[in-house]
C-alpha cells in the first residue's frame, strides 16, 4: 500500500493510463514515445514547438503571494529547504523550454523539480543520487515521480511547504504552503517558475508526495 490506502499497482496503473493520454495528446506515437518513457527520455514532440503542459488554472500573482515568496527564502522561517531553493527563481528570468531542466537554457515542470531537488537541495531523485543532477539531461518526468520509492504519498490535507503536487504525465510543482505552488506550467517561453494554486494546478488526479529523509 502507498500513503493512505492507495494501492502502488493503482498508481502505477494511473500513471501508465496517463502517459497513454499524454502522447496521444502531444501526438506521439505510442512506440517511440514509451520507447522514450523506459529510456528515461523526454518523448520529443513531432511537430518540433512545445505546447506547454496541460493545466488548469493560473493564479495571478499577488502582494500576498509575493510575501509568501519573500518569507520562503529566510531561513529564520523555518521552511523546506525544498521549497525555499524553489522560490529563490521566481522572477529570476528564467524561462519554460519543453524538456528544459536548468535555469540558463529554461525548464519543464518536471525539469525545474528535478534541478531544485537534487541540483539545489542536494537530495537524490529518482535515478540520481542526491547533488548528482546538473541539468544538461532532462531526468525523470512526472509519472515517474509519481510512484518513485524515495518518497511517500499524502493526503491533500496533509501537504505542507517542499512536498511535491504530482499529476502524473502531466504537471508537476512545489507546495510553498497548504494552497500554493511554485510551477513552470507553460507554454514556452513564458516566465518560469511561477506560484500558483494548487487546486485546479493540473489534469487528472493529483498525486501529492513527500520526500523521505
Known amino acids: 500500500m502507498a500513503g493512505r490506502g492507495i494501492p502502488t499497482t493503482a498508481l502505477i496503473a494511473a500513471a501508465a493510463g496517463s502517459a497513454f493520454i499524454y502522447l496521444g495528446i502531444k501526438g506521439i506515437s505510442l512506440a517511440s514515445g514509451l520507447r522514450s518513457i523506459l529510456g528515461g527520455k523526454v518523448p520529443a514532440?513531432?511537430?518540433?514547438?512545445?505546447?506547454?503542459?496541460?493545466?488548469?488554472?493560473?493564479?495571478?500573482?499577488?502582494?500576498?503571494?509575493?510575501?509568501?515568496?519573500?518569507?520562503?527564502?529566510?531561513?529564520?522561517?523555518?521552511?523546506?529547504?525544498?521549497?525555499?531553493?524553489?522560490?529563490?527563481?521566481?522572477?529570476?528570468?528564467?524561462?519554460?523550454?519543453?524538456?528544459?531542466?536548468?535555469?540558463?537554457?529554461?525548464?519543464?515542470?518536471?525539469?525545474?523539480?528535478?534541478?531544485?531537488?537534487?541540483?539545489?537541495?542536494?537530495k537524490p531523485i529518482p535515478g540520481y543520487k542526491g547533488g548528482a543532477f546538473t541539468g544538461k539531461s532532462h531526468g525523470p518526468t512526472t509519472h515517474v515521480w509519481a510512484v518513485w520509492t524515495g518518497a511517500t504519498t499524502i493526503s491533500r490535507s496533509a501537504v505542507q511547504a517542499g512536498d511535491?503536487?504530482?499529476?502524473?504525465?502531466?504537471?508537476?510543482?512545489?507546495?510553498?504552503?497548504?494552497?500554493?505552488?511554485?510551477?513552470?506550467?507553460?507554454?514556452?517561453?513564458?516566465?518560469?517558475?511561477i506560484l500558483s494554486n494548487i487546486d485546479g494546478g493540473g489534469t487528472g488526479v493529483l498525486v501529492c508526495r513527500r520526500l523521505k529523509g
Not at 46 to 73: E, F, K, Q, Y
Not at 167 to 192: E, R
Request: charged share 10%; hydrophobic share 40%; with cysteine.
Open 45 to 122: 514532440e513531432p511537430s518540433g514547438g512545445p505546447l506547454g503542459n496541460v493545466v488548469g488554472l493560473w493564479a495571478p500573482i499577488t502582494a500576498t503571494d509575493r510575501a509568501v515568496a519573500g518569507a520562503m527564502t529566510g531561513a529564520s522561517a523555518g521552511a523546506s529547504g525544498v521549497a525555499a531553493a524553489a522560490v529563490r527563481y521566481q522572477g529570476s528570468g528564467s524561462k519554460y523550454k519543453w524538456a528544459g531542466a536548468s535555469p540558463s537554457k529554461g525548464w519543464d515542470c518536471s525539469g525545474f523539480v528535478n534541478y531544485v531537488v537534487s541540483h539545489d537541495a542536494g
Open 164 to 193: 511535491l503536487l504530482v499529476w502524473p504525465a502531466f504537471h508537476m510543482g512545489i507546495a510553498v504552503s497548504n494552497t500554493q505552488m511554485i510551477n513552470c506550467p507553460g507554454p514556452n517561453g513564458t516566465p518560469a517558475p
